[in-house]
């Protein structure tokens, strides 16, 4: 069987040579090309889903973050299943095309749960059967999850097996091209459908945010994707699948376990190593592999921490937009458009690291191992955590102080064109309001008493005139959502609703306040804004329409808008990024080369498995913490990946380094006398596990 799967590989193999382009298989374009398109899918995606989570579905942030992580985690846990089917069943090249209609029927369902309009019955532009879009959203990402997940170990594995085995140096730097496909879709998708998302309206009855069309477009390049793949299929080297490698694995594994505990004492002399307890059973090329396999995985023990701080930069800054997102000249940058500064850099990073960073470190004479590599960028991502932080407790220093649960927060108002003498007890100054920790409050005002009734955790206005309390509103608890600003009018009395309109104009950065009358006339008023501002628009007892009544019209700052810019994030990008290309690239490069040759999509699958176990990471620290302030949850997981880097460094440096190839070539040919020793050695082992045991049973006797 082996002779016949070798045979066949090395015709596959001749096919594609004569098909070389500059030393490289010309197959491997069409696995570039397919990783690109799928890539975009896939990030085109998830760029905007946390916000379609928050504001279509009408999620809040907690269960928004949970259902993202859940989901992103379920995306690195299926690389097992597509391991297994691959290796043992299909071949990489049938699952991925199989997975991929899966992944592109899951992005359709997708983009049609988003039609707000299917169940928009009344035609206001809200569904009225919410429960429909979250069901099809849920099936979607179930199907998005399987088919990404389950490619994912099969992609990168079978554009290595494209490769001669003296195209090593070839087979290296197509890792960096392939990372280099997954960050240029990742960059487009992250530019264009937030674009889509949020410039683009679409609706049959009513005009809304296009959801459907930033999670039609990913389906559609998902497509593409597919059919990019099968028309390299002559192309292909293509091996075969041997058997159920994992399942052979897993009972290898556990022979040797069971083997190791029957034979515990003292009396049985040591081995080599613990899985030479399965000898007696499997042969001694799994045995080696196995142990290869293993002495991989244990160095993945400690990567997780590094996915639990990479992945928190999708989910975390569309949520948190408190900083400035205008950047002059009238742009604007979308809060989920600020991910593609990762795609960006790592663009710029790769082909400098590669051809500029690692060549001088060599001829500086140092040994820039994968390993060392990988614990480098791991404390950059740390790094980059403690920067985010640092700009976290600035923006922390610009939000009003709100409420607690405790206490309510009062804000007086005059109506009057004349001061008002007010007085009220036990309280304290918070910028415009004031903090109360009652329930009801005393409020003096030219001699006489009011009673006012507080709401304990909310802020609220109240208006005043000389004949007392007119009147009290609430106020926002909260930043506006999304950088946008919030504008109220409160007119005095003397004007009566039913012949007064109030119409807003956004433009930007820029509100137009119109009044009207009956009479048609208009008084307009207009109010430069900045980024997530809340203010409120006063009309006094003395307003009158004329070509100057607009300066009568006070305003009054609710909430002062965001001063910090989103630039001050580049940084934290920056240290991130090239702390991905070192550990990522890396990784993925060190995977393949540690892997045994049928192996190779399983260790691949237990890379992916250490992101899958990052985001349930992020899920119990940061979820279940509960921590009161960002930045100290920043500083917690920077400081929990300082610490695993730590003891990755160790594990790194008695860490040696194989060649696969060198020691599956010394058990390809097992001898007779071989398995003639094997079958001696298990009776053998029989006999000697009875002897040890009679004398137990003698001593039983005698006692």
């Known amino acids: 069987f082996v002779d016949k799967e070798q045979g066949r ?67 690195y846990l299926t690389p097992i299943l597509g391991a297994i089917v691959a290796d043992s069943w299909l071949g990489k090249f049938k699952t991925i095309v199989y997975l991929s209609i899966v992944y592109t029927i899951g992005q359709v369902v997708m983009a049609v749960g988003a039609i707000h309009d299917i169940t928009d019955t009344n035609q206001d532009g809200t569904p009225d059967n919410m429960t429909f879009h979250v069901s099809l959203s849920m099936v979607g990402l179930f199907l998005i999850a399987v088919g990404t997940g389950g490619i994912k170990p099969c992609v990168a594995a079978f554009g290595g097996d494209q490769f001669e085995d003296h195209q090593e140096k070839q087979r290296s730097t197509f890792f960096s091209i392939f990372y280099l496909s997954i960050n240029a879709g990742s960059l487009l998708s992250t530019i264009i459908t937030p674009i889509l998302r949020g410039q683009c309206e679409c609706g049959i009855n009513s005009q809304q945010k296009c959801y459907p069309l930033a999670f039609g477009v990913p389906a559609a390049l998902m497509a593409v994707a597919l059919i990019v793949f099968i028309a390299g299929s002559s192309m292909y080297t293509k091996a075969a699948p041997k058997h159920n490698v994992m399942l052979q694995v897993c009972k290898c594994i556990g022979f040797a376990i069971k083997n190791r505990f029957k034979h515990r004492s003292s009396a049985y002399p040591k081995r080599e190593h613990w899985m030479d307890w399965a000898n007696e059973k499997y042969d001694k090329l799994l045995i080696a592999q196995v142990k290869m396999v293993l002495k991989v995985l244990f160095l993945y023990i400690p990567l997780p921490m590094f996915w639990a701080l990479f992945d928190q930069q999708v989910r975390t800054y569309p949520l948190y937009t408190t900083p400035n997102t205008h950047t002059g000249g009238g742009f604007v940058v979308q809060p989920d458009q600020m991910q593609t500064v990762n795609p960006i850099l790592i663009l710029v990073m790769v082909p400098i690291v590669d ?83 009652t329930e009801t409050a005393t409020v003096a005002m030219n001699g006489s008493e009011f009673m006012l009734s507080l709401i304990k955790g909310r802020r609220q206005t109240v208006l005043l005139d000389s004949t007392g309390i007119l009147e009290s509103r609430q106020d926002l608890n909260a930043k506006p959502e999304q950088g946008n600003n919030d504008i109220r009018s409160v007119c005095h009395h003397f004007l009566d609703s039913s012949s007064v309109e109030h119409r807003f104009s956004l433009m930007r950065c820029r509100a137009t306040f119109t009044i009207l009358n009956g009479e048609g006339q208009t ?24 070509p100057d009544c607009w300066t009568t019209i006070q305003q009054v700052e609710d909430i002062k808008p965001n001063t910090i810019h989103m630039a001050w994030q580049i940084p934290q990008y920056f240290l991130m990024t090239v702390g991905e290309v070192v550990f990522s690239v890396t990784g993925l490069e060190f995977s393949y080369s540690q892997a045994p040759s049928n192996m ?10 250490t992101v899958a176990v990052g985001n349930i990471i992020v899920l119990i620290v940061a979820e279940a913490g509960q921590l009161p302030e960002q930045w100290a949850e920043y500083v917690l997981f920077a400081s929990l990946l300082v610490c695993v880097c730590i003891i990755f460094s160790i594990m790194a440096y008695f860490y040696t380094y194989i060649d696969p190839a060198e020691i599956e070539a010394k058990f390809t040919e097992q001898n007779p006398e071989d398995k003639e020793e094997k079958k001696k050695g298990l009776e053998l082992g029989n006999m000697s596990s009875l002897a040890a045991e009679k004398p137990e049973q003698t001593k039983q006797t005698k006692i």
Not at 13 to 32: E, H, M, N, R
Not at 410 to 429: A, D, G, H, R
Not at 523 to 535: A, K, P, V
């Open 9 to 75: 590989t090395k015709k596959s193999k001749s096919k594609v040579k004569s098909v070389d382009c500059c030393g490289y298989p010309l197959s491997i374009f069409f696995i570039v090309v397919n990783e690109f398109c799928e890539r975009f899918s896939y990030y085109g995606m998830r760029a905007v889903l946390v916000l379609y989570f928050r504001y279509f579905l009408r999620w809040d942030d907690d269960l928004a973050t949970t259902i993202y992580h859940t989901f992103v985690a379920l995306c």
């Open 355 to 437: 051809s500029v960073v690692y060549p001088l470190i060599k001829k500086c004479g140092l040994n820039f191992t994968p390993l060392k590599r990988m614990t480098v960028g791991m404390f950059l991502a740390g790094l980059a955590f403690v920067a985010a932080a640092l700009v976290q407790i600035q923006i922390d220093d610009t939000l009003p102080k709100f409420p607690s649960h405790s206490e309510a927060q009062v804000k007086f108002l005059n109506m009057e064109n004349n001061p008002l003498s007010l007085f009220t007890m036990s309280l304290q100054s918070s910028g415009n309001y004031l903090n109360l920790n």
């Open 523 to 546: 008084c307009n008023y207009s109010i430069t804004l900045g980024f997530g501002s809340s203010y409120t628009l006063i009309i006094p007892s003395i307003f009158s329409f004329g």
């Open 600 to 609: 190779k999509s399983v260790l691949q699958a237990g890379w992916l498995f």
